[in-house]
């Protein structure tokens, strides 16, 4: 099994990817931190809420749900690039077993999603602290709470990625099912499902999207409500219609579940791939 | 330790309503190298495919060693496998390549340039595989298949894109293997490119075994004949009777034709007889000719007639006769495979450059 993970770690590493990726986080991530800061850090916004806004408590979050976007196109081309390639066939002849060499890749690649989660982090705190100092940053516990919820959203996403990837095996269309869901698709069919009439305006929260939102943004919303006091109530209120997560799950509860969804398509991966013809 | 024999059991694929393979059984020995022979289609690459553990036989087995391949454990250490040529990434240089599998055998990293120093591939060996020609492809593949210092080696149409010294290399260096107590199962649909090199046959056709067998018991079956050329063929036809000769026909354009002699047997017959001979030439059915008639079902309109073959040598590369492999190896124990000697690496113009990335400098500025 290590000398898999092994090879895994070297395929990432000798080519070309894992950095190209890398590069769009840290810039948005950085760019997200250090615009949040500042206008938190504008004196007519000190002015007006008469304290310093913890800015990093939502820039931390909506970056992290960027990064999302490239850990799971890093996943997705982990899972499915070795079938466009056909080096699938020298890394099947290697590996004790196809379920071995799965577990290889996702531990690989939930490795990478953390690293990419960190590096979200350490960019969007670095443009925080270069824009405004200390000043935009939670408290030190509610700061690590969100990293570590935020980094741990990447990672799911990245191990979803290849769970997909192996179960559909057709990257281009992986690419573009996975991308078109997760940009577009979520978002529409929340809509059609809040619409009164049908009744299923509870069915969102549990799509998978808003799952790995909710785990993301959750404490981060709550944190930078409560810097309010008594107003918190009505902060939390207008943040969440404002960035559409009204009635989203619990960062706990949403982290359950997007968890289980990526679960279940790694099982499907595993299934799938364990039958595939490789011809 | 593997004992290395590759045992095909009732091997049964069906690809939806197509059946690929049927019913097929052969035993590959250690110490042998067995050509698995047949027209294009006729189930050769499924067949490898399922011994390898890549596709799962629809019924039957195959073991390696008396297991299947996914009870190997380690299987790049029991069995290598050159089986297509376009199985790398474009973008990952082909020492990242081999270090990456090299890892996933748990081989030490010394192995990977030995290996590339074996293949002939140093020239191109830090330059992505994106550049790299079929010939290369086909060394880095057949590289890769060595990592693991295998006890099988299973070919798919190893001898496609590369050169005549690769491919005489190849023939050498597979000898070798197997003389050193190793299994080679090397698959072609041209009999006479593997021809010198193997010891026993397996022939499919339509997925299903036409002839397995030692490869000199296939020659034995050939027929032969002598074509002679006389000045009195009526006179050499009733000497040749006498001698016991029969069923002799006369060819169009005036020869005589006798078949199972030997050539020397019909001048001495000739010579007794008083009959000037003008000419004599010994024929025989060609290897080719009995592969294709095993083989020949597989195709219901006549892509084949009869003697196309018989000419010249198809895909022109491959000698018939007279062909012997690089004697006198050296005796060298060098880790790779002792007697083998490296391919002569590939030559610089062999090397295709990448239109994004100029490989710095393997041609001096003399050149230009």
């Given at each position: 099994m290590s000398r898999l993970l092994l090879a895994e770690v070297c395929k990432v590493f000798t080519t070309k990817l894992w950095w190209a990726l890398l590069i769009p986080v840290v810039v948005i991530a950085g760019v997200i931190g250090f615009t949040g800061a500042a206008i938190a850090g504008l004196p007519a916004v000190l002015e007006e809420t008469g304290t310093t806004v913890p800015a990093v408590a939502l820039t931390v979050p909506i970056s992290m749900k960027q990064t999302t976007i490239f850990a799971v196109i890093l996943g997705l081309i982990g899972g499915a690039g070795e079938f466009r390639h056909k080096t699938i066939t020298t890394t099947y002849l290697t590996g004790s077993s196809r379920g071995a060499v799965l577990a290889a890749k996702t531990i690989t690649y939930a490795g990478l999603g953390l690293l990419y989660g960190v590096a979200t982090f350490g960019f969007c705190s670095f443009g925080a602290l270069i824009s405004s100092g200390t000043d935009s940053f939670p408290s030190a516990a509610d700061t690590l709470m969100?990293?570590?919820?935020?980094?741990?959203?990447?990672?799911?996403?990245?191990?979803?990625?290849?769970?997909?990837?192996?179960?559909?095996?057709?990257?281009?269309?992986?690419?573009?099912?996975?991308l078109v869901y997760t940009l577009f698709f979520e978002g529409l069919l929340s809509l059609v499902l809040r619409i009164p009439q049908l009744g299923l305006d509870g069915v969102p929260p549990y799509l998978p999207g808003a799952g790995s939102t909710a785990l993301q943004t959750d404490h981060g919303i709550t944190a930078f409500a409560e810097t309010f006091g008594d107003e918190a109530f009505g902060v939390r209120d207008g943040l969440e219609s404002l960035v559409g997560t009204a009635g989203q799950l619990s960062w706990w509860a949403g982290g359950l579940l997007f968890a289980g969804y990526a679960a279940m398509f790694l099982a499907a991966g595993w299934l799938a791939g364990r039958q595939r013809d490789i011809t | 330790m593997h004992d290395g024999r590759i045992e095909v059991n009732g091997l049964t694929k069906h690809f939806g309503a197509v059946r690929a393979v049927r019913d097929l059984s052969f035993a590959v020995e250690p110490g042998s190298v067995t050509g698995f022979l047949g027209p294009n289609g006729a189930g050769k690459t499924t067949t490898l495919r399922m011994v390898l553990g890549l596709v799962r036989p629809t019924a039957g087995t195959a073991t390696i060693g008396g297991r299947n391949f996914d009870q190997l454990g380690n299987p790049g250490r029991v069995v290598g496998a050159v089986l297509e040529a376009q199985n790398f990434h474009p973008g990952r240089k082909a020492r990242d390549h081999l270090r990456c599998y090299a890892a996933a055998m748990a081989v030490p990293a010394r192995r990977v340039d030995e290996m590339i120093e074996l293949v002939g591939l140093r020239p191109a060996a830090r330059r992505n595989a994106r550049g790299y020609s079929l010939g290369m492809k086909q060394r880095l593949a057949l590289a890769t298949a060595l990592l693991g210092d295998p006890q099988v080696l299973v070919l798919d149409e190893p001898a496609n894109g590369l050169d005549p010294e690769g491919i005489a290399w190849l023939r050498a260096f597979l000898q070798t293997f197997a003389r050193s107590g190793r299994t080679v199962l090397v698959s072609s649909h041209i009999l006479a490119e593997i021809e010198q090199t193997v010891d026993q046959v397996v022939i499919v056709s339509r997925g299903e075994c036409v002839y397995y067998g030692q490869l000199d018991e296939l020659r034995a079956s050939q027929r032969r004949r002598v074509l002679v050329e006389a000045a009195d063929p009526a006179a050499l036809v009733g000497a040749l009777r006498a001698a016991g000769i029969g069923a002799i026909d006369l060819t169009q354009d005036g020869r005589l034709s006798v078949p199972d002699v030997d050539r020397r047997q019909v001048g001495d017959i000739a010579l007794a007889a008083g009959v000037a001979l003008y000419g004599i030439a010994e024929e025989r059915t060609d290897l080719e000719q009995i592969f294709f008639q095993l083989t020949s079902g597989q195709f219901t309109s006549g892509q084949f007639t009869g003697g196309q073959f018989t000419g010249g040598q198809p895909y022109g590369w491959a000698p018939r006769h007279g062909f012997a492999p690089p004697s006198g190896q050296p005796a060298g124990h060098g880790p790779p495979l002792p007697g083998v000697a490296p391919l002569p690496g590939v030559a610089p113009e062999q090397v295709q450059r990448s239109p994004y990335a100029p490989p710095p400098g393997h041609r001096s500025g003399s050149e230009q």
């Open positions: 969100i990293a570590a919820a935020g980094c741990a959203g990447v990672t799911a996403w990245s191990v979803l990625g290849v769970g997909i990837g192996t179960l559909i095996s057709n990257q281009v269309a992986v690419l573009i099912v996975v | -």
